[in-house]
Structures are given as structure tokens and as C-alpha cells.
């Protein structure tokens, strides 16, 4: 008797609720793949990328986006020495405890510390929260081919779409709407290798460091995959050889 008075109850709740899930259901154009070099069973990361990737992360996406999951001492892994690896922890301001007069306090990262996360970053509106980097390429859905796509994408919005307040149009994000600023307009960083800073190249970059940073074990997965095929493939031939032997006196 209960169970049935709850039905219609139900009914005319999922009723009411499906506009709202059709709204918020992910709206986006379909990211176009790109080859990068860490993809497919003996993907290797390109070590320069990654280095170059890095260099856009900290002059332009750190002063929003943090990385609790990364250590300084990761950053030994893309090929910097320990000496470089403090420098850069020192540049970080970590807070850590408060003043007497309650006011937070801050002093300079040490290699064991995170990537801290702005508290209260520029730029962004009110309620908003930039999305911690650590894992991103993984999380993310559609990975590393969209979150080029999302960095290279922004561009005026259609005639007839009225943008809410504190959004901008962006064809590859949830919604084609999104309250990040275009971070990339092309020659944020100086790359010391003399790569042409432009935007497509930051952007490449920037997300080859992010799937790096991602999965650190990526290349070690690769390579003790490769071994085990090889060792297969010996067993299989031992295995026949040993076969015919044992029945070559069989008639
Ligand atoms: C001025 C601050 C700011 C900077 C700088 C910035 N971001 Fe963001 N980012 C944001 C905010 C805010 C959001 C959340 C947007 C939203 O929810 O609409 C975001 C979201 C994202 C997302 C997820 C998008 C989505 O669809 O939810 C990605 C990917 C991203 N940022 C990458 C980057 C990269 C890479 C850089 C550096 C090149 C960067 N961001 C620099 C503020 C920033």
C-alpha cells in the first residue's frame, strides 16, 4: 500500500528532475586526436616537452591550478638535477601555520613540499574552483587530446548565445561554457631551447607535462610490458622445439 503511493511520488520527481539532468549533461564538440609521443603500448615522453610543459604550468597555470599529488622532488624525474629542483621548490610560497594575529603565514617550498594550490586565485569568479592538476589528463574526460582542444579553443560565441555572467564560450567545454580566462595567447614563457612560444605549441606542451605528471610509471609499465612479450615469445619457442623432440619418434 505504501509502496504504491511512493510511485507516483517518484514518477513526478524524475518528472521535474529530467530538464535539469538534460542541462547539465556534458555538451561539447568532439576533440580532434593528436598524436602524442607518450601514447600507445611503446609511447615514450618526450623528455623536452615535458621540460617545456613544465616552464608553462609555472609561469602561467600554477598561479590558479595546484598539483597536491606532485612533489618538487617529482620534477627530478624529467631530467633536472637536485640543486634545480630546490630552486624551483624555493620559488613557491607554502603556508604553513598563522601569526599571532591569526593572518596566514608562508615560506619558501622545500623539495618534499606539494605544488601548493592559490588559495583565492585572480582572475576567477566568486564559487569557482580550478581544478587541481595532479591527475588531470586522466580524469578529465576526453584526456589529453581535449584538454589541447580546450586550450586552443576559445573564440567568439555564435550569433543568438548569450553567455551568463563570468563564462566564456568554449566549444570543447562542458556546456561549450567556461569561467576560465583564455590562459594562452602565445609567447607566456621563453622556451631556452628556442621552440617558438605559440599558443598551439604551449598548449602541447603544457599537456605533455600534465599526462607526465599524471603517470610518472607510464614508461616503466611500457617497458616491463615489452619484456614480458619477449619472454612469451621465448617460452613458446622452447615449448615447440621441445614438442617436436619429444614426438620425433612417433610414427
Ligand atoms: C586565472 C586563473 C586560471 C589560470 C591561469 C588557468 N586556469 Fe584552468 N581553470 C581555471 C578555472 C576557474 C577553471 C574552472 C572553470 C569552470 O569550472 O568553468 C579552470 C579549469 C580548467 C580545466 C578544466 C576545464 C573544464 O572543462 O572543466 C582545465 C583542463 C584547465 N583549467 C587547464 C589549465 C591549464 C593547462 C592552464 C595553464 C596553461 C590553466 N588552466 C590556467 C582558472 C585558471
Not at 556534458?26 to 617545456?52: C, I, K, M, T, Y
Not at 569568479?125 to 595532479?134: M, N
Not at 566564456?168 to 617558438?196: C, Q
Not at 607535462?209 to 609499465?221: K, S
Request: glycine residues 10%; hydrophobic residues 40%.
Amino acid at each position: 500500500m505504501r509502496v504504491a503511493f511512493f510511485i507516483p511520488v517518484i514518477a513526478a520527481a524524475l518528472f521535474s528532475a529530467s530538464p535539469m539532468l538534460a542541462q547539465t549533461r556534458p555538451d561539447h564538440d568532439h576533440a580532434a586526436p593528436q598524436h602524442w609521443s607518450f601514447e600507445g603500448a611503446l609511447g615514450n615522453f618526450d623528455l623536452a616537452a615535458v621540460q617545456r610543459g613544465y616552464l608553462v604550468y609555472e609561469q602561467v597555470c600554477s598561479s590558479c591550478h595546484g598539483m597536491k599529488h606532485v612533489q618538487f622532488r617529482d620534477l627530478e624525474g624529467m631530467g633536472l638535477d637536485a640543486e634545480a629542483v630546490k630552486s624551483i621548490a624555493s620559488g613557491y610560497q607554502i603556508q604553513e601555520g598563522r601569526d599571532l594575529s591569526g593572518a596566514l603565514k608562508y615560506r619558501h617550498g622545500l623539495p618534499d613540499d606539494a605544488f601548493p594550490t592559490p588559495v583565492k586565485p585572480a582572475g576567477v569568479p566568486e564559487g569557482v574552483v580550478p581544478p587541481d592538476q595532479s591527475r588531470l589528463t586522466v580524469v578529465y574526460p576526453g584526456g589529453p587530446d581535449r584538454i589541447y582542444a580546450l586550450l586552443t579553443g576559445y573564440g567568439p560565441a555564435p550569433a543568438g548565445v548569450t553567455l551568463p555572467s563570468g563564462q566564456l564560450y568554449n566549444r570543447f567545454a562542458s556546456g561549450r561554457v567556461i569561467a576560465m580566462k583564455p590562459p594562452l595567447r602565445g609567447g607566456e614563457v621563453h622556451y631556452p631551447d628556442g621552440t617558438s612560444a605559440t599558443v598551439e605549441q604551449e598548449a602541447r606542451d603544457v599537456t605533455t607535462f600534465l599526462a607526465w605528471v599524471a603517470q610518472p610509471h607510464l614508461v616503466d609499465r611500457h617497458r616491463t610490458g615489452v619484456r614480458v612479450l619477449v619472454y612469451l615469445l621465448c617460452l613458446a619457442i622452447l615449448l615447440f622445439i621441445l614438442k617436436r623432440r619429444i614426438w620425433s619418434n612417433v610414427e
